[in-house]
T-cell receptor
Framework: DAKTTQPNSMESNEEEPVHLPCNHSTISGTDYIHWYRQLPSQGPEYVIHGLTSNVNNRMASLAIAEDRKSSTLILHRATLRDAAVYYCILRANYNTNAGKSTFGDGTTLTVKP | GEEVAQTPKHLVRGEGQKAKLYCAPIKGHSYVFWYQQVLKNEFKFLISFQNENVFDETGMPKERFSAKCLPNSPCSLEIQATKLEDSAVYFC??????????FGPGTRLTVT
């Protein structure tokens, strides 16, 4: 399974943008890049996913490098509720609905008021 | 329903006892996944189902772990003869056609 590498922890100030990086140098051509986050004592929550092009949704933006070996999750204005562990995950595209998620170690985001 | 439901929330078993965990996926979702989170950030994939059929069981410790998804019943994950190292939070997730996995709140299993 392709692996992802993320910084262990990051800090942000409230109301400021946050850029969470992820390296996935062994990504295969058909792997989708997914981001999930896990708030304390909860199950992981879907944030965003993409294949090649940058993606935006109401929660975040996903910027994917041209060679797809890295990506960045962008939270445009961090709030205290965004404090969580953020996981960058690769999912095989043979059937993206069926593919298992291989979690890395995640980045613990702390948001300071 | 629109949420994945997992029961029980907490389960305590003595070493060697059986543990059974349940998961009700979101209605209409064809895929169900089980994951084990042992340490704070460490997830391990166990097994997935497409409807009632096993899709991928590459993560299952086959000696003591088994799982089922039968029609019109919650899915289940059973651990025979639990060991201390089985203590973990077990998450169930389901997936429809949008590419997202929806995770349940988890069952915390403590083996004493």
């Amino acid at each position: 399974d392709a692996k992802t590498t993320q910084p262990n922890s990051m800090e942000s100030n409230e109301e400021e943008p946050v850029h969470l990086p992820c390296n996935h140098s062994t990504i295969s051509g058909t792997d989708y890049i997914h981001w999930y986050r896990q708030l304390p004592s909860q199950g992981p929550e879907y944030v965003i996913h993409g294949l090649t092009s940058n993606v935006n949704n109401r929660m975040a933006s996903l910027a994917i490098a041209e060679d797809r070996k890295s990506s960045t999750l962008i939270l445009h204005r961090a709030t205290l509720r965004d404090a969580a562990v953020y996981y960058c995950i690769l999912r095989a595209n043979y059937n993206t609905n069926a593919g298992k998620s291989t979690f890395g170690d995640g980045t613990t985001l702390t948001v300071k008021p | 329903g629109e949420e994945v439901a997992q029961t029980p929330k907490h389960l305590v078993r003595g070493e060697g006892q059986k543990a059974k965990l349940y998961c009700a996926p979101i209605k209409g979702h064809s895929y169900v996944f089980w994951y084990q989170q042992v340490l704070k950030n460490e997830f391990k994939f166990l097994i997935s189902f497409q409807n009632e059929n096993v899709f991928d069981e590459t993560g299952m410790p086959k000696e003591r772990f088994s799982a089922k998804c039968l029609p019109n019943s919650p899915c289940s994950l059973e651990i025979q003869a639990t060991k201390l190292e089985d203590s973990a939070v077990y998450f169930c997730a389901s997936s429809g056609t949008g590419g997202q996995q929806y995770f349940g709140p988890g069952t915390r299993l403590t083996v004493t």
